[in-house]
């Protein structure tokens, strides 16, 4: 009689093993492929290796109670995302597509956090800065597990999506998120969330930088800098790192693909 295999890990990079063999050939996960228009290009790509990036929809970043509102800033751009992704994700979910947040969440003690980070958040050594307690609300700035570090409520992660803290501008830097997403099998992601010439650029150029194919998803991001900021993003991302879209062409592209399998 056959002794069954048990897996170890997930696929595509699953072991299958039992007391005598260890099968190591790691079965790929068959295809789901899309064609999605882009602002240079028709790209084609495998929803099976995909991920979406959510980052820092946070209430720091995104509430009229949060950290920036706080120190003057108008955060109605950061909320601009907030109805794109929430029609996004349901149907993202529903074909399999990994849902990744990555979020500020800094440890209450900050002894990971330089002085060169905190000092974006308190120049003058006595401003309301990172772990800092909100005047409104007392909740420490961007310190895990607090209000401020929460995502906003109209977008609320489900089982089976993955959460990440992050502690600088790119979510890759000290997270383990580039380990998580090569254990899944992803190579294209795409990318959502504020601002998006700091933490959302920085983010994607990172994964340029490590192999990954990156599609911003224009109408899914937004920032709360000045226009030329969010002009030179779409510039470099569509010149250097990768491709720009939107979620109704990647929407559009499921539904093509669906109609396709039919």
């Not at 002794?3 to 093993?17: D, K, Q, R, T």
């Not at 501008?169 to 700091?198: E, Y």
């Amino acid at each position: 009689m056959n002794e069954p295999m048990y897996p170890l890990g997930l696929p595509p990079n699953a072991w299958y093993v039992n007391s005598t063999i260890a099968d190591l050939t790691r079965s790929p996960i068959p295809p789901q492929i899309i064609t999605v228009e882009t602002a240079t290009k028709k790209i084609r790509l495998d929803l099976n290796k995909s991920a979406l990036i959510v980052i820092d929809m946070q209430n720091d970043f995104c509430h009229p109670d949060g950290w920036l509102a706080h120190i003057g800033v108008d955060v109605t751009p950061a909320r601009s995302p907030i109805v794109p992704i929430q029609q996004f994700l349901p149907i993202a979910r529903q074909v399999g597509l990994s849902i990744v947040w990555v979020n500020w969440g800094n440890r209450p003690d900050l002894l990971n956090i330089s002085p060169a980070t905190r000092y974006v958040y308190n120049s003058d050594g006595q401003s309301v800065g990172l772990g800092d307690p909100l005047p409104k609300n007392q909740a420490p700035v961007l310190q895990k597990d607090s209000w401020a570090a929460a995502i906003v409520d109209e977008l609320q992660p489900i089982e089976g999506d993955i959460q990440i803290d992050k502690y600088r501008m790119s979510g890759f830097w000290d997270t383990p998120l580039d380990s998580i997403l090569r254990n899944l099998g992803k190579t294209t992601l795409f990318f959502a969330g504020v601002n998006a010439d700091q933490c959302v650029m920085a983010t994607l150029q990172d994964a340029n930088f490590l192999g990954y194919d990156c599609i911003l998803l224009e109408d899914c991001t937004a920032t709360t800098s000045p226009d030329f900021c969010w002009q030179a993003t779409l510039y470099n991302v569509k010149q250097c790192f990768g491709f720009v879209s939107s979620s109704i062409s990647v929407l559009n592209g499921i539904k093509s693909g669906v109609k396709d399998k039919n």
